[in-house]
């Protein structure tokens, strides 16, 4: 006779872990994420409050020629390690589920699996939104602020977006050249980008590539586990995403093994080319009316290590509200204390630049 047992109950911590791993991984982000400093989000995790602050490392690269030549002293040749500081600032991230009569007489087990599914897509989505906008985040005073656009939150004054733009100049892109840059002026800057020459293609992602590999200083590429090479990572809107799958339609036919499975041209998903892994993010949001003629404008966003900093002061805990309404009523939460922004570098004097990052904006055409 076979006897069958049923599973051992989840606890609640292994549920709480279990929660975390689940929803970063479904949102798209976790091959990017890492705790090591070559990672394009990077991660660090401390005891802090609301109000409180997690700090990253970052060093600059070695640019001194040293010295050869047994008979060369290396004294008083040394380079000065130029280390840098960021914050990353963490909030209260909190959303619950109030369950039903019949849910609440539940176990606590079947509780957490009712409200599970539920609560892991509000995180899902918040993430996204957070890395979203972290991407296009600017500046003022030396200090982050609102994004550039965005659907979510307060959008950064006009002052602000000057001020990013004019800090930098030598890692941002507006369609085909850049010489579409207005110095100063981020709306005059997407003016200049039009419908007919100006969309993200192939050429204009190298050109992307180039600019984070000579730009001083230089963002540094990544290497993807698998992989085994190193990479740049583009992230981009759905209209830019449709304009580089198709100018890259003859590269990935000509060029890339005809499996259904893998090759672009049958199936949707990340591009690769020319050392750049290009992520379709939908939620990466246009900026409308903002090009030639009033089209809209798209971002493709190219990182490399240490590009976006996220933090967790408080990994996710499962919260339970006291019995409400005579007991008919009870309610069950998710709780973290989270911050997500984009890696800047500042020292006194100097403009405070995108640390991993070239920003690109093209032609945003809507389909007909």
């Known amino acids: 006779m076979t006897m069958t047992t049923t599973p051992p109950e989840m606890k609640k911590q292994d549920w709480e872990q279990s929660f975390h791993e689940e929803y970063v991984r479904e949102s798209g982000y976790k091959s990017f994420m890492g705790k090591s400093p070559m990672s394009v989000i990077q991660v ?22 040293g010295v050869s030549g047994v008979n060369n002293d290396l004294v008083g040749s040394e380079e000065p390690l130029g280390l840098f500081t960021h914050k990353i600032p963490v909030q209260e991230r909190i959303h619950g589920v109030l369950l039903s009569k019949s849910e609440a007489r539940a176990s606590a087990a079947d509780q957490r699996a009712i409200v599970k599914p539920l609560l892991k897509d509000w995180e899902i989505d918040q993430t996204r939104n957070d890395i979203s906008d972290a991407m296009l985040m600017a500046q003022s005073n030396k200090t982050l602020v ?26 941002v892109l507006f369609g085909a050249s850049k010489s579409n840059l207005v110095s100063g002026d981020f709306a005059a800057s997407l003016a200049t980008v039009d419908a007919a020459g100006d969309k993200f293609t192939g050429a204009r992602l ?33 209209r830019a995403f449709r304009d580089l799958k198709e100018d890259l339609r003859t590269v990935n ?28 993010i939908p939620e990466l949001p246009v900026f409308a009316g903002a090009g030639a003629s009033a089209i809209d404008v798209s971002p493709a966003l190219l990182c490399g290590a240490q590009a976006i900093a996220m933090g967790w002061g408080q990994r ?33 004097g100097d403009p405070l630049i995108d640390h991993g990052m070239v920003s690109g904006f093209f032609a945003g055409v809507e389909d007909a």
């Open 44 to 65: 660090k995790a401390e005891n802090k409050i609301p109000g409180e602050s997690l700090t990253l490392s970052l060093s600059s690269r070695l640019t001194g020629a």
């Open 253 to 280: 036919s000509d060029a890339r093994e005809r499996n259904v499975n893998s090759n672009p041209i049958f199936q949707d998903g990340e591009l690769i080319y020319d050392g750049v892994i290009v992520c379709e």
């Open 146 to 171: 609102a994004p550039l656009n965005t659907l979510h939150n307060a959008e950064a004054s006009v002052a602000e977006k000057n001020s990013w733009i004019t800090d930098n100049e030598n890692r």
């Open 206 to 238: 190298s050109l992307m590539k180039r600019i984070a590999k000579t730009t001083s200083p230089h963002i540094r590429p990544i290497r993807i586990q698998g992989k085994g090479r190193e990479y740049f990572v583009a992230f981009t809107d759905t």
């Open 316 to 348: 996710p805990q499962y919260k339970k509200r006291l019995e409400d309404d005579y007991g008919r009523r009870i309610g069950r939460a998710i709780e973290e204390y989270i911050g997500i922004n984009k890696i800047q570098r500042f020292k006194a």
